[in-house]
């Protein structure tokens, strides 16, 4: 994805990849459009990129904040490939996200939650670039976001937790989901199928076995971003929430987007607690969140990178085809 970047870094690059961009919105002067918000966007994709390569040198104690802000630029560049008039209102400069004004004597950050706001970032980028009209919950807790995340997976394991399971590779045309599965979503193998139908290809066939439900699909397995199934990226594989309560249509974007904001709250005003989790770590805390900012500088660039090369630009584009090798 460094070589996707690297190319949009000139005004002349960035104008001619947003020009590509608008010629498929209706109502666009892509031309003009373009000329107008190529300044704009590539210093949005720079900034974003400086965030992010200036985080992973620094010490965990400013990492959240650089992390937040890096990817808040980059959802704004994300954001000008399909609205050109970018920013509407003031409205919408907000995060979108509010947290607890007052932690609790015992804190911990797992047990923390955030709450989505009406207006801002955060509601603005689920409908526009991930088509999520309404966020599938109001509020929730760090340690449900972090389950949602497939790398997360293994420090979960060793406090004897699963929160994930691996049902089937990238391009895949087979899918399988262990029956335990289906026992903690309370479902029939036919009414589990209807649940996650609406997310997958056309599915062909279907076999259940005492071990396992097996789904045959017409189309390669690659889950969009509106979806109950996420990628890990070291292993180019989907997953599946095994608790019901974790089957939240979203996108993982918009997960890391959630504790970053949080992280960076933690960062930057409370400063005692986030200071002695990093001196003297109490608890488990310390570890998820290491685990997660080691994990989020890396894939948060590369996914909103291959959402702007697949999702706005030219399929029949010789650029893409070449950066598509590196995905």
């Known amino acids: 994805m460094t070589h996707f970047f690297t190319y949009l870094q000139s005004q002349q690059t960035a104008r001619d990849y947003l020009h590509s961009c608008y010629q498929q919105l209706d109502g666009v002067d892509a031309a003009i459009k373009s000329f107008e918000n190529g300044h704009k966007f590539m210093h949005y994709l720079e900034h974003g990129i400086r965030f992010y390569e200036n985080g992973k040198q620094m010490e965990t104690l400013m990492q959240p904040m650089l992390f937040f802000y890096g990817m808040v630029h980059l959802l704004k560049a994300a954001l000008l490939t399909i609205r050109p008039n970018y920013p509407e209102s003031t409205a919408i400069l907000a ?188 608890d488990k805390d310390y570890p998820f969140i290491k685990h997660f900012l080691t994990i989020t500088a890396e894939k948060i660039p590369y996914l909103l990178g291959k959402y702007m090369l697949q999702m706005n630009y030219e399929s029949n584009n010789p650029l893409q085809k070449v950066v598509q090798k590196s995905l």
């Open 95 to 282: 995060h979108g996200v509010s947290s607890r004004k007052r932690k609790k004597k015992d804190y911990t950050f797992m047990d923390d939650e955030v709450k989505i706001q009406y207006n801002g970032l955060f509601p603005y980028v689920s409908e526009h670039l991930f088509s999520i009209g309404r966020t599938p919950f109001e509020k929730i807790k760090m340690e449900q976001l972090f389950s949602l995340i497939p790398e997360m997976d293994p420090m979960f394991k060793f406090h004897h937790m699963e929160k994930m399971i691996k049902v089937g590779n990238i391009g895949a045309t087979r899918l399988q989901f262990p029956t335990f599965v289906l026992d903690n979503f309370y479902l029939t193998a036919k009414a589990f199928i209807k649940r996650i139908k609406p997310y997958l290809p056309p599915v062909s066939q279907t076999e259940a076995t005492a071990a396992s439900l097996h789904v045959a699909l017409e189309a390669p397995f690659n889950p969009v971003h509106n979806s109950p199934f996420f990628i890990d990226t070291y292993d180019r594989a989907g997953y599946f929430p095994v608790q019901r309560g974790n089957f939240l249509p979203i996108s993982e974007i918009m997960i890391h987007y959630l504790l970053l904001y949080n992280l960076s709250m933690l960062c930057r005003y409370e400063t005692e607690w986030w200071g002695d989790l990093l001196a003297a770590k109490p």
